[in-house]
């Protein structure tokens, strides 16, 4: 008897209860929707954080000013820059690990071109500051080491800048006013995207010397600078840099081992983890709810064919009486049952790309589909149903002849 | 063709041991058409399930052919019943989702004839019990005799030497089942081995010799001088 023989009669049995059939394939159906969700969740977050290393750069550590509280109450985060350069040149010369810092002022302000205005953030800093940040030029330069030295009115600017200033058109060359400074375009930045709260690419970076010569004279007096990137040579050290760095700057601002700091130190990779652990945790509670589902879906195969089979007792009779082999009618139970379980796991492969769709319009979470998983669910399915399906095929290929031809 | 000898058959049923066939020696030759009769538990349809592979002697010997059928395996048996011998039930035992090619197909599938050959003979075979223009009804659009038909069609399909008929007309009216009795005869008159099964006398008449049995016992077995 050839396979396509036994799947046209497991067809025709499957298809005179047809109701009973999807019932049956329910908890395929929600185990292998829920295999497809969870698989797309662990990879989307996979992906995203590549992307963030990718944007903001990996092995940074970035070290803000802080007012530390004073007797309990704040004085605000812009309040006093604590920062300085020498704090920067000290934390080169202290920590071997340390590869590059990158300071930082910054200010919002207006900036005028071509008859247009503009509100974006102003960055004074220096050349690491795009290695460091992972930014590419679309066209231009970086700042020449005279222009960094003299303080030359020159800028280079994101995306998002030039589309509302200049439209389409080239920046290169061009003045903008930056609170009123004619600054020149040298260089235009590639596009980032955005986060989920800010435009990466609404940004113009200036000579970290003139901006604090020119724009922020006032709000970063003397060398204080808002913060500072720190790159750490390998990943393997970015953890004891992240602590090494709070003992050189405790030490540099005279602050005991358990004051208050007037400094933050954030580690990107901690977000990264934080968010790769939260997707983790969700894949978790997804591959438990699939492989319950998937057990539970599986025993519902196993009871609908028992039941089945006690049906067609009579009927297993005839075909035995015409010559059906035990093989016969251990393989045609079997094929049912395994049809059952790939029904059940196309409907759930269905699903699980409908509530992917779903879920990453509806939440803005980032999903990647995974071929991969449509395969894992076929392999998971069709196992089920041969494993669940193998006891009562048996009963049915075992029985015995006479017995099954009297059977009312 | 069929030789029984010194043929048991017990059932135990909880306690009691039941004796279905006692010490039964039987010889058919190619060609006969056997009727066995009997009253309820006279253990006339055990020797039929026995004679048609279904069922396994509990001592004694019954050589089918050249098959020694006691020694047998289920597989082995599956082939004789496939191959050799047709079966036509009281309650004509269609499968209920097939049409009526479909279940003349059946004994094909497992004999594993090509789909172009296996449909050929299956409407040949309905044919032959004309019910060529009825190939794609199911059992339950055709009548009790249209059934029956489709259920000896079912049995020949495959060229078998023995046809084993048990009650093939007990479900059916008298006027449908001389036509049953007819198609039957008519296949024996082709050389194909008989034996029927059953408690009416004019039934049993069809045969060339008549069996009696009696309490698991053989109790007549004579040439039937009415036919």
């Known amino acids: 008897m050839s396979i396509t023989d036994l799947i046209y009669l497991s067809q025709k049995s499957l298809r005179s209860n047809i109701l009973r059939s999807i019932l049956t394939s329910l908890g395929i159906i929600i185990g292998v929707s829920s295999v497809i969700t969870m698989i797309s969740i662990g990879s989307g977050a996979r992906i995203e954080v590549e992307q ?45 690990a340390i590869k590059a810092i990158a300071p930082r002022v910054s200010l919002s302000t207006q900036i005028v071109a071509n008859g247009n205005n503009w509100l974006a953030t102003v960055t004074g800093t220096t050349n690491d500051y795009f290695d460091l940040g992972n930014w590419k030029f679309e066209n231009g330069r970086s700042f020449e080491e005279e222009e960094l030295a003299s303080g030359s009115r ?87 840099t992240e ?43 997804l591959a438990t709810v699939a492989g319950i589902s998937l057990i539970v879906g599986g025993i519902g195969i196993m009871n609908i064919m028992l039941v089945t089979v006690t049906e067609r007792t009579k009927e297993i009779g005839v075909c035995m009486s015409v010559g059906a082999k035990k093989r016969d009618i251990l393989l045609q139970f079997l094929i049912e049952s395994l049809m059952i379980s790939l029904i059940g796991g196309l409907i759930g492969i269905a699903l699980g790309l409908g509530v992917i769709y779903g879920v990453s319009e509806y939440f803005k979470w980032k999903m990647s589909l995974d071929y991969m998983s449509i395969v894992l669910s076929f392999v998971f399915s069709s196992s089920i149903g041969i494993i669940f399906g193998f006891y009562p095929a048996r009963k049915a290929a075992n029985l015995n002849p006479i017995d099954a031809l009297r059977y009312e | 063709m069929i ?17 279905a066939l006692d010490n039964i020696d039987l010889s058919i030759n190619e060609g006969d058409f056997v009727s066995i009769m009997g009253s309820s538990g006279s253990g006339k349809s055990t020797l039929m399930n026995i004679i048609g592979c279904l069922d396994v002697p509990s001592s004694g010997e019954y050589h089918f052919r050249d098959n020694n059928v006691s020694t047998l395996n289920s597989n082995k048996l599956a082939e004789l019943r496939n191959k050799d011998i047709g079966f036509v039930f009281q309650n004509f035992n269609l499968l209920p989702r097939l049409n009526a090619q479909e279940n003349v197909v059946l004994p094909l599938l497992y004999s594993g004839k090509n789909l172009k050959e296996r449909n050929q003979l299956a409407i040949d075979a309905l044919e032959s019990v004309g019910l060529k223009d009825r190939v794609h009804h199911r059992p339950n659009q055709l009548s009790g005799g249209q059934q029956q038909r489709v259920s000896i069609a079912r049995a020949i399909a495959g060229s078998p030497k023995l046809i084993l008929a048990d009650e093939p007309t007990g479900a059916l009216d008298s006027k449908t089942g001389l036509e049953i009795m007819k198609i039957l005869n008519d296949l024996n008159a082709k050389g194909i081995t008989i034996v029927l ?30 036919n």
Do not use: C
């Open chain 1, 52 to 96: 963030q290393i990718e944007r903001f750069g990996s092995n940074n550590l970035i070290v803000r000013s802080q007012s530390s509280s004073n007797r309990g109450v704040s004085m605000g985060a812009n309040s006093v820059n604590t920062l300085t350069l020498k704090d920067m040149e000290a934390l080169k010369e202290e920590l071997p």
């Open chain 1, 243 to 285: 602590k090494d760095v709070d003992t050189v700057m405790r030490k540099l601002h005279k602050i005991s081992a358990n004051g208050n700091p007037d400094f933050v130190i954030r580690n990107y990779a901690q977000f990264l983890n934080a968010r790769q652990e939260s997707s983790r945790v969700m894949s978790i509670l």
């Open chain 2, 3 to 19: 030789n029984i000898n010194s043929l048991s058959k017990e059932y135990i049923m909880g306690d009691n041991k039941l004796l």
């Open chain 2, 197 to 226: 099964v059953t408690h009416e006398d004019d039934i049993a008449n069809y045969g060339s010799r008549i069996i009696k049995m009696k309490d698991g016992k053989i109790l007549e077995d004579k040439k039937n001088v009415n």
């Open chain 1, 154 to 240: 020159v800028a280079i600017i994101g995306k998002t800048v030039q589309k509302n200033l200049f439209d389409t058109d080239s920046p290169i060359d061009e003045v903008i006013r930056i609170n009123k400074v004619p600054f020149t375009v040298i260089g235009l930045l590639d596009a980032k995207g955005g986060t989920a709260w800010a435009d990466l690419d609404d940004t113009v970076i200036v000579p970290l010397k003139t901006a604090k010569q020119r724009l922020v004279a006032k709000k970063f007096p003397g060398d204080q600078i808002r913060s500072m990137t720190i790159n750490v040579r390998s990943s393997d050290l970015l953890f004891k």
